[in-house]
């Protein structure tokens, strides 16, 4: 079955970087890309970028670009999410999904990131 | 840029009885291939969303069929036929021309 398994939660202090990385399994990740969408405490959900596991073609949220890098390790089928200069407000959970032909189909499970001096 | 709106904002249904959930966008989203990128998301209490319906009226695999999508261009529904305990949690509409979702509708039992 398909599952993406992602990384333990993170605290970090404003100005770091985060990492977060989703493990996935039950399919053939070179198929599909990957979608990363947060959640703030309380809100909703914000799209924050796709790459394509296949070639590394990516596309990034406007808001977030120059602070979002994401990329791909295809012999371990595993996804990573870089935000940098983090801010108070990127205190969210971060989920990575699976995508096909634009449908975000499954999810991960969600790892919080709480940016806090 | 595409502006997605739901309404309601809030919903309180009685067990066995309809729902509706309107979601609209200030484009089309009708791409040039042919197909119409809206989906519906359901996010039930702790846990991450899941795909409901594609493609405006495709159910994804295992969701019952009391779930269904409908409409076109810019205006679209999702209608549940008799709500159940189960199906209570946050329903996000997201349009994927230029990905954004809904700001929610959430859903409650009376």
């Known amino acids: 079955q398909v599952q993406l398994v992602q990384s333990g939660a993170e605290v970090k202090k404003p100005g770091a970087s985060v990492k977060v990385s989703c493990k996935a399994s039950?399919?053939?990740?070179?198929?599909?890309?990957i979608s990363w969408v947060r959640q703030a405490p309380g809100q909703g959900l914000e799209w924050m970028g796709w790459i394509s596991a296949y070639n590394g073609n990516t596309n990034y949220a406007q808001k977030l670009q120059g602070r979002v890098t994401m990329t791909t390790d295809t012999s371990t089928s595993t996804a990573y999410m870089e935000l940098r200069s983090l801010r108070s407000d990127d205190t969210a959970v971060y989920y990575c999904?699976?995508?096909?032909?634009?449908?975000?189909?499954?999810w991960g499970q969600g790892t919080l990131v709480t940016v806090s001096s | 840029d595409i502006v997605m709106t739901q309404t309601p904002l809030s919903l309180s249904v009685t067990p066995g009885q309809p729902a509706s959930i309107s979601c609209k966008s200030s484009?089309?989203?009708?791409?040039?291939?042919?197909?119409?990128?809206l989906y519906w998301y359901l996010q039930k209490p702790g846990q991450s969303p899941q795909l409901l319906i594609y493609e405006v009226s495709n159910r994804f695999s295992g969701v019952p069929d009391r779930f269904s999508g409908s409409g076109s261009g810019t205006d679209f529904t999702l209608k549940i036929s008799r709500v159940e305990a189960e199906d209570v949690g946050v329903y996000y509409c997201m349009q994927s021309i230029q990905p954004l979702f809904g700001p929610g509708t959430k859903v409650d039992i009376k």
């Open positions: 484009q089309s989203l009708l791409h040039s291939d042919g197909k119409t990128y």
């Open positions: 039950g399919y053939t990740f070179t198929s599909y890309g």
């Open positions: 999904a699976r995508v096909k032909h634009r449908n975000l189909d499954y």
